[in-house]
């Protein structure tokens, strides 16, 4: 994979982990995540679907293009459209068209459940993009369909996560009359971002054949801060070396 991409990448997750941490309703970060994905990524016509409950259908939770505060959300049924089909299968799907327009919807996963390796699907996460997008600035939105969706299901990672810290946040909230306060959804997502920045490294550092240097140029930082971030998260930079 091109060094620029992998940097662009793991900077564009870092940043919308920080939008995530900003933001205490996860719903309001949507729309800001959805932005930062066309202008970084090329990625347009973005929308977030989450399952209703009490519907049994697919509530689009943000959609580019959508006014902001609107409460008029459209629904999708299980198998209907790609994105139906997305939820229904848990397979993402890539679908480009003869105009060089490539859409991408990938499953959003609460996490790994009895007899449910992956994890039980909660919603989607699509997108469209001009394929090979050779205007654009960045390199994310000049790279191939796979490495797309690849980048795509980080994304949508990020988004289960970020809803399961605040499921178990309301959780321990609602069932404690008194005692100590629950930290708010940003001060818990910090554990979040931390674990993405190690996991972030690791992958640098893998892809670097344990070199710091070159590990540290693919994060765009110094070889100082790397060697400082490596202790925090106590690495074994060793074992990666080729």
């Known amino acids: 994979m ?12 870092l940043d919308i982990s920080k939008i995530f941490n900003k933001h205490v309703e996860l719903r309001t970060a949507f729309g800001p995540v959805l932005r930062i994905l066309e ?17 049994g259908m697919l509530r689009i939770e943000e959609a580019s293009g959508l006014a902001e505060g609107s409460t008029m959300r459209g629904f ?24 060089g327009l490539t859409f991408y919807c990938v499953p959003i996963c609460s ?7 992956g994890g039980v699907v909660i919603g989607t996460l699509s997108a469209e993009r001009r394929t090979m997008d050779e205007k654009s600035e960045f390199s994310l ?6 490495h ?14 970020s809803l399961r810290l ?7 909230q609602g069932g404690r009359e008194s005692g100590p306060v629950v930290p708010e ?23 670097s054949g344990g070199n710091m240097a070159a590990a540290s140029r693919r994060l765009g930082i110094t070889e100082r801060q790397m060697g400082l971030r490596v202790r925090h998260y106590g690495i074994n930079w060793k074992i990666y070396r080729n």
């Open 166 to 172: 605040r499921e178990r946040i309301a959780e321990e």
């Open 2 to 13: 091109d060094s620029s991409i992998e940097r662009e990448e793991l900077e564009l997750l």
């Open 185 to 207: 959804p940003g001060a818990a997502l910090e554990a979040s971002l931390s674990r993405l920045e190690k996991e972030l490294i690791e992958e640098a550092l893998r892809l």
């Open 141 to 146: 939105a000049r790279s191939g369909h796979k």
């Open 76 to 99: 999708y049924r299980l198998g209907e459209d790609n994105i139906g089909q997305v939820f229904e299968t848990g397979i993402p799907v890539t679908v480009p068209d003869s105009s």
């Open 39 to 55: 202008t970084r990524a090329g990625l347009h016509n973005g929308m977030v679907t989450l399952l209703d409950r009490s519907s």
């Open 148 to 161: 797309t969706a690849r980048f795509l299901e980080k994304v949508s990672s990020l988004i289960a996560d």
């Open 111 to 117: 996490g790994p459940a009895d007899g449910v390796p």
